[in-house]
T-cell receptor, first 107, second 116 residues
Framework: EIVLTQFPGTLSLSPGERATLSCRASQNINRNFFAWYQQTPGQAPRLLIYGASNRATGIPDRFSGSGSGTDFTLTITRLEPEDFAVYYC?????????FGQGTRLEI | EVQLVESGGGLVQPGGSLRLSCTASGFTFSSYDMHWVRQSTGKGLEWVAAIGSLGDTHYADSVKGRFIISREDADNSFYLQMDGLRAGDTAVYYCARASYAGNDFWGQGTLATVSS
């Protein structure tokens, strides 16, 4: 079983600032099967990044992903008001599917 | 436009059963793996089950032996049969399409409540 641990649990920032969210896997994982999602209250999650560093369709370029092995990062430059949400990392290789516990990004 | 619509949620007593459905449109359903993911109130996302395009299935340990995922490509639908339900299974259940890009499309979710 792969466990994904996200930190920090909560990140308090202001619009215009830069956010750095981290996700650590309990063992090396294939970066091709690593993603990030954004979830706002009452909504389904939205895919932001797949393959560790590829932006999904329609995602602004202020969102970027990086990392490999056990350590992955989601960076949001120049925070907009709509970016304040919960973010989840995700490993999706078949039969080893898991989510991190989430990072809440708050104003 | 890709759309996923869940149905079948509701209130059930502990030990009871529910069958969730997800109907897809806007893409070639038979070519994709499909997942169920759940979220308890105020909690994070928990992957529940997956079914491959060829019908292979995978389950989280928490539901193995109690839940069954299936699909009917002719109806562009897949299902989650949930038996032996427990209070801890109470959650919003999302269906999601799976691809090389992860879960790229999600439904809006259906609430299953297990309570006496």
């Amino acid at each position: 079983e792969i466990v994904l641990t996200q930190f920090p649990g909560t990140l308090s920032l202001s619009p215009g600032e830069r956010a750095t969210l981290s996700c650590r896997a309990s063992q090396n994982i294939n970066r091709n099967f690593f993603a990030w999602y954004q979830q706002t209250p009452g909504q389904a999650p939205r895919l932001l990044i797949y393959g560790a560093s590829n932006r999904a369709t329609g995602i602004p370029d202020r969102f970027s992903g990086s990392g490999s092995g056990t350590d992955f990062t989601l960076t949001i430059t120049r925070l907009e008001p709509e970016d304040f949400a919960v973010y989840y990392c995700h490993h999706y290789a078949t039969s080893l599917i898991t989510f991190g516990q989430g990072t809440r990004l708050e104003i | 436009e890709v759309q996923l619509v869940e149905s079948g949620g509701g209130l059930v007593q502990p030990g009871g059963s529910l069958r969730l459905s997800c109907t897809a449109s806007g893409f070639t359903f038979s070519s994709y793996d499909m997942h169920w993911v759940r979220q308890s109130t105020g909690k994070g996302l928990e992957w529940v089950a997956a079914i491959g395009s060829l019908g292979d299935t995978h389950y989280a340990d928490s539901v193995k032996g109690r839940f069954i995922i299936s699909r009917e490509d002719a109806d562009n639908s897949f299902y989650l049969q949930m038996d032996g339900l427990r209070a801890g299974d109470t959650a919003v259940y999302y269906c999601a399409r799976a691809s090389y890009a992860g879960n790229d499309f999600w439904g809006q979710g259906t609430l299953a409540t297990v309570s006496s």
